[in-house]
T-cell receptor, first 109, second 115 residues
Framework: GQNIDQPTEMTATEGAIVQINCTYQ??????LFWYQQHAGEAPTFLSY????GLEEKGRFSSFLSRSKGYSYLLLKELQMKDSASYLC??????????FGTGTQLKVEL | ETGVTQTPRHLVMGMTNKKSLKCEQH?????MYWYKQSAKKPLELMFV???????ENNSVPSRFSPECPNSSHLFLHLHTLQPEDSALYLC??????????????FGPGTRLTVL
């Protein structure tokens, strides 16, 4: 069965902050990726966490707790263009990615 | 051309047709991937090629046949598909399959409809 879980949909207001959670269970874990995918477009890389803690990159930050099997993506100062699907994925052996179903984020005025 | 390109962008085929999807990467990467993306489902890894050698085949039916003639090109040959094979097929590449931290770069995908 699916061993990586994230909410299906979220809605937030322009200018606000939103946190998208991702939990996973796997015996072999190297790191956790976040990708953004706009409708009809290719997924694009946002972040990669291998160590516990918070990685900040502009308006986007990503957090990882290896012991809890938990990650989140934090988006600040939301803009309409942030409406997209956010995919979390872990790597086990090599560069093989196991994806969650994605969280569809809708940013409203 | 830059990044990862895929052709065609849209494909409609009957169950008895034979067609091929093409992917090309202009990034000098050594690994290439085929993924299937269906509505409400996670991206599913289908095949991985590293230095033109297939290193991963995720229990994909034989009606899907990959080919990697060189490190820049990847094909997915389709034969006697089923309607449930209708999906977005994404190609990706990364620098080195052995390195888990390498970012994968995705192409825009081929939207396949099987009638």
């Amino acid at each position: 069965g699916q061993n990586i879980d994230q909410p299906t949909e979220m809605t937030a207001t322009e200018g606000a902050i939103v946190q998208i959670n991702c939990t996973y269970q796997t015996s072999g874990f190297n790191g956790l990726f976040w990708y953004q995918q706009h409708a009809g477009e290719a997924p694009t890389f946002l972040s990669y966490n291998v160590l516990d803690g918070l990685e900040e990159k502009g308006r986007f930050s990503s957090f990882l707790s290896r012991s809890k099997g938990y990650s989140y993506l934090l988006l600040k100062e939301l803009q309409m263009k942030d409406s997209a699907s956010y995919l979390c994925a872990y790597t086990g052996g090599g560069n093989k990615l196991t994806f969650g179903t994605g969280t569809q984020l809708k940013v409203e005025l | 051309e830059t990044g990862v390109t895929q052709t065609p962008r849209h494909l409609v085929m009957g169950m008895t047709n034979k067609k091929s999807l093409k992917c090309e990467q202009h990034l000098g990467h050594n690994a290439m991937y085929w993924y299937k993306q269906s509505a409400k489902k996670p991206l599913e890894l289908m095949f991985v090629y590293s230095l033109e050698e297939r290193v991963e085949n995720n229990s994909v039916p034989s009606r899907f046949s990959p080919e990697c003639p060189n490190s820049s090109h990847l094909f997915l040959h389709l034969h006697t598909l089923q309607p449930e094979d209708s999906a977005l097929y994404l190609c990706a590449s990364s620098q080195d399959f052995r390195q888990p931290y390498n970012e994968q770069f995705f192409g825009p995908g081929t939207r396949l409809t099987v009638l």
